[in-house]
Nanobody, 118 residues
Framework: QVQLVESGGGLVQPGGSLRLSCAAS??????MGWYRQAPGKQRELVAT???????NYVDSVKGRFTISRNNSKNTVYLQMNGLKPEDTASYYC??????????????WGQGTQVTVSS
């Protein structure tokens, strides 16, 4: 079975930094990324990265967050700098693989809490 194990969440003051990690079992995924969900809000995409290194970010985190991956370790990272209170949420790792018959396999981590508060 595929398992995504997340770590790195915590409590930081505004302007602080955190680095999230997500280690995936199994073979390499086409796309890996991070989503977040705050209480009472929809889960939103934060950042994605393809196996080739192409990245995508939601506008609100551009210039502050950096997504990266180590394909040998099958691990994706999210470096978060200049954190703001509105970044407070549970962050979920996501991994996707599209099969030759166009079936899309989607896997989720269990979430890691990020709280930005003074």
């Amino acid at each position: 079975q595929v398992q995504l194990v997340e770590s790195g969440g915590g409590l930081v003051q505004p302007g602080g930094s955190l680095r999230l990690s997500c280690a995936a079992s199994g073979s390499i995924f086409d796309t890996m990324g991070w989503y977040r969900q705050a209480p009472g809000k929809q889960r939103e995409l934060v950042a994605t990265i393809t196996s080739g290194g192409n990245t995508n970010y939601v506008d609100s985190v551009k210039g502050r967050f950096t997504i990266s991956r180590n394909n040998s370790k099958n691990t994706v990272y999210l470096q978060m700098n200049g954190l703001k209170p509105e970044d407070t949420a549970s962050y979920y790792c996501n991994a996707r693989r599209t099969l030759y018959d166009n079936t899309v396999l989607v896997y989720w981590g269990q979430g890691t809490q990020v709280t930005v508060s003074s």
